[in-house]
């Protein structure tokens, strides 16, 4: 890995004017853009307001110390009558604010967030209304043209590509005009919807790699992805990987099994491990349906699959166990059980303290009307949702789960971390 003073990379020309400003925490920028310092955008491109990348494509990057995210995925307000096939669906007019609100009362902290990790489906089509409406939700933590109110930090973002980002945009025209030059090259004007960068840490290089499963939308796009994958995604040196993708290959959430969709997640990550070894895919984090979720389908030595669609969209069904045939796997897949005991734990002291009812408990605990029946978390009564906080230094990388109770506060409720030595370890947090 090159330093800064060994890799005179020109700095991009939207990178931010006041870095000085900044906690100081990267070096070797190479590509990397930190925020933006762009002009006021022509009159014909001022439809989407533009937003700061943290890395672009191809960036090697260098931490001092610690680097946290804030994770956030499916953030669009309201849903559409597609929503509907995925089971139940609860609509909250506040969730996302208050997920918005949370994340950004932690950034100032010690340990709070220098990037945040936007996991798709954040509009509800990709055309210019909705993209507005992001700019204004995102405000108070995203950086980007739109003046900040007050005088709060705000995040460079790693975004990715979500189905709904789609509709209606097939060449991600707005995906692009909200992160300009996000994406690998593609030429043509077009938009790449997939990218990757290194992330050097204690002399431990971290490699996050940004997918889109939507194989429907990219038709042909979907080849120069597969073939990006073994020319750029799977080369050079690094010790472990995170990919970053929307939908995914193992997915709890929804009424009925519906993972791994049309087989693009499974064939993605196939091809990438087969050009790096599976020993180096650590995790795999998406957004899917809508609702926040752990699953170890390998145990603690294999690929950690987080679930992070629960931004306060329309929220989902979160099964504690299904078949799972549709991603390759023979058997029932549980939730992490650590995972899953945070969550039973929320919902008892919920239903002890304000009082839920017996029809919620008992789907939850597939017990009487429900016994035989897959156990799930009902939103209607109870929906898993919030944010995920990920750390890294070095070897260790952890997420905590942030959960949103049913009144609007947050707690934090379960973490898993990883090292080399001992693979994935979870435990329950307090939760109080």
């Known amino acids: 890995m090159t330093s800064a003073k060994t890799d005179p990379s020109p700095v991009p020309p939207h990178t931010v004017a006041d870095r000085g400003a900044r906690r100081r925490r990267w070096v070797g920028l190479g590509a990397l853009g930190l925020g933006l310092a762009l002009a ?38 309201r849903a559409v009558p597609a929503d509907t096939t995925a089971g139940a669906v609860v609509v909250s007019k506040t969730a996302t604010r208050e997920i918005v609100a949370d994340i950004a009362a932690a950034i100032p902290g010690p340990d709070g967030p220098d990037v945040l990790v936007m996991r798709g489906d954040h509009v509800r089509a990709g055309i210019g209304p909705d993209w507005k409406r992001l700019d204004k939700d995102f405000q108070p933590i995203l950086e ?42 593609i030429g043509f004007g077009r938009v790449g ?13 971290w490699r996050f ?58 064939e993605l ?5 087969d050009a790096i070894g599976i020993s180096r895919l650590r995790a795999v984090v998406f957004g899917g349906h809508g609702a926040c979720q752990a699953v170890l389908p390998g145990g ?24 799972a045939d549709s991603a390759g796997m023979a058997k029932d897949i549980p939730l992490e059980p650590i995972f899953d ?9 919920w239903n002890r303290d304000v009082g839920l009812p017996e029809i919620a408990i008992d789907e939850a605990k597939a017990r009487n009307s429900f016994a035989g029946f897959t156990a799930a978390y009902n939103p209607r009564h109870f929906a898993v949702q919030g944010w995920w906080k990920a750390s890294l230094e070095g070897e260790a ?36």
């Open 209 to 266: 790699v940004v997918l889109d499963a939507n194989r429907e939308a990219l038709g042909s796009r979907w080849s120069e992805q597969l073939g990006w994958i073994e020319r750029s995604a799977a080369t050079g040196k690094f010790d472990g990987m995170v990919v970053l993708m929307h939908e995914g290959l193992v997915d709890l959430g929804g009424r009925e099994p519906d993972m791994n969709k049309g087989g693009a997640p499974g």
């Open 193 to 205: 919807s997939w990218y990757a960068f290194d992330l050097e840490t204690s002399g431990y290089t």
């Open 144 to 185: 980007g043209t739109t003046a900040a109110k007050g005088d709060g930090r705000r995040l460079g973002a790693v975004p990715v590509v979500g189905d709904h980002e789609a509709i209606g945009d097939p060449r991600y025209t707005g995906f692009g005009e909200s992160w300009p030059e996000v994406g690998a090259d």
């Open 341 to 349: 005991l945070a969550i039973m734990n929320q919902l008892d002291r």
């Open 40 to 77: 006021a955008p022509a009159a014909d491109a001022a439809k989407v307001a533009k937003h700061a990348l943290f890395a672009d494509d191809a960036a090697r990057l260098r931490a001092k110390e610690s680097l946290q995210f804030a994770i956030v995925g499916d953030t669009r307000t």
């Open 300 to 323: 603690p030595l294999g690929t950690l699959h987080l679930g992070a669609g629960c931004g306060g969209g329309p929220a989902q069904s979160l099964r504690r166990w299904t078949a």
């Open 269 to 273: 990550l196939e091809h990438l491990e």
């Open 397 to 432: 990388l952890s997420f905590t789960f942030r959960f949103r109770r049913p009144d609007g506060t947050f707690v934090d409720v379960y973490e898993v971390a990883f090292t080399d030595a001992t693979g994935w370890r979870p435990r329950k947090l307090a939760g109080k």
